[in-house]
Nanobody, 124 residues
Framework: QVQLVESGGGLVQAGGSLRLSCAASGRTFSNYIMGWFRQAPGKEREFVAAISWSSSLRDYADSVKGRFTISRDNAKNTVYLQMNSLKPEDTAIYYC?????????????????WGQGTQVTVSS
């Protein structure tokens, strides 16, 4: 099982940017599809973005498309989420997750390992 640790969250004003990082250890990182999810208070966990092992495939939720970019560095066992033009509705705990499936998935149940989450707060 791969272990995941997120970092990079914080408080930012609307229109600002943050870059989240997720460091992986344990199993071979490059074998995993990696995803980012978020959960706001009182809401279900929702898909944000996913990336294939080779970075050739990426998927984004409509709500973040054009503002967020997912990337990975397999040599560093790290996946990133660059978040630009942040909005108050982006406020949530952000989680990275790893999946052994061979295809990208937006469903949390398809992911085998999760980090502890990092808080992102966007003020208006």
């Amino acid at each position: 099982q791969v272990q995941l640790v997120e970092s990079g969250g914080g408080l930012v004003q609307a229109g600002g940017s943050l870059r989240l990082s997720c460091a992986a250890s344990g199993r071979t990182f490059s074998n995993y599809i990696m995803g980012w999810f978020r959960q706001a208070p009182g809401k279900e966990r929702e898909f944000v973005a996913a990336i294939s092992w080779s970075s050739s495939l990426r998927d984004y939720a409509d709500s973040v498309k054009g503002r967020f970019t997912i990337s990975r560095d397999n040599a560093k066992n790290t996946v990133y989420l660059q978040m630009n033009s942040l909005k108050p509705e982006d406020t949530a705990i952000y989680y990275c997750a790893a999946s052994r499936l061979p295809i990208l998935s937006r469903s949390p149940i398809q992911y085998d390992a999760w980090g502890q989450g990092t808080q992102v707060t966007v003020s208006s």
